[in-house]
């Protein structure tokens, strides 16, 4: 099967640091989502990537797709107390609807 | 529009006895997902639907837990018996044509 591997695991900054999770897959990908669950929350859709080299911005947040398209990373530039959570990566390599999810990093902003 | 509805919230149930968790996707959906969440780790597929019929059901342990998705709407997914590990929290998610998943709430799984 397909294999995920999202690092780091856990990180804690400090409010108005900057942070990035990284995904990658042994395999090559058709897409890859990005999704935010809240502490005793569910995940909730971020964005969708799916061209090699691919960037794409939502306010402080910068997701960018590999250009072989086998990674992926999420940039949240000057955190907020707000941005506190689970990122998680979520990978297709055939039909967007299957998804294979990484592990996760745990986001802790001290404020 | 509704978002994903996922009954019970929590449940508490002796090891060995059965428990069933009930899912209403979004209006239109057709796809219908069943993910298992264990405390750390992210959402681990456990059955697909593409209407009324199961396409993915590779991970789901076959011998103790079932699925059915009635009329390609409703779906309830069971365990019987359920054991210590099957602690979780069980999650149902829907999309429409190859749209991200929108999750529910979860159940919150404990067996004692």
């Known amino acids: 099967g397909q294999q995920v591997m999202q690092i780091p695991q856990y990180q804690h900054v400090q409010e108005g640091e900057d942070f990035t999770t990284y995904c990658n897959s042994s395999?090559?990908?058709?897409?890859i989502q990005w999704y935010k669950q809240r502490p005793g929350g569910h995940p909730v859709f971020l964005i969708q990537?799916?061209?090699?080299?691919e960037v794409k911005k939502q306010k402080r947040l910068t997701f960018q797709f590999g250009e072989a398209k086998k990674n992926s990373s999420l940039h949240i530039t000057a955190t907020q107390t707000t941005d506190v959570g689970t990122y998680f990566c979520?990978?297709?390599?055939?039909?967007?609807?299957?998804?294979?999810f990484g592990s996760g990093t745990q986001l802790t902003v001290l404020p | 529009e509704a978002g994903v509805v996922q009954s019970p919230r929590y449940k508490i149930i002796e090891k060995k006895q059965p428990v069933a968790f009930w899912c209403n996707p979004i209006?239109?959906?057709?796809?219908l997902y069943w993910y298992l969440q264990n405390l750390g780790q992210g959402p681990e597929l456990l059955i697909r639907?593409?209407?009324?019929?199961?396409?993915?059901d590779s991970q789901l342990p076959k011998d103790r837990f079932s699925a059915e998705r009635l009329k390609g709407v409703d779906s309830t997914l069971k365990i019987q018996p359920a054991e210590l590990g099957d602690s979780a929290v069980y999650l149902c998610?829907?999309?429409?044509?190859?749209?991200?998943?929108?999750f529910g709430n979860g159940t919150r799984l404990t067996v004692t």
């Open positions: 639907y593409e209407n009324e019929e199961a396409v993915d």
């Open positions: 395999t090559t990908l058709s897409n």
């Open positions: 209006s239109g959906h057709n796809t």
């Open positions: 979520a990978l297709s390599s055939g039909s967007a609807r299957q998804l294979t």
């Open positions: 990537l799916v061209k090699s080299g």
């Open positions: 998610a829907s999309s429409h044509g190859g749209s991200p998943l929108h």
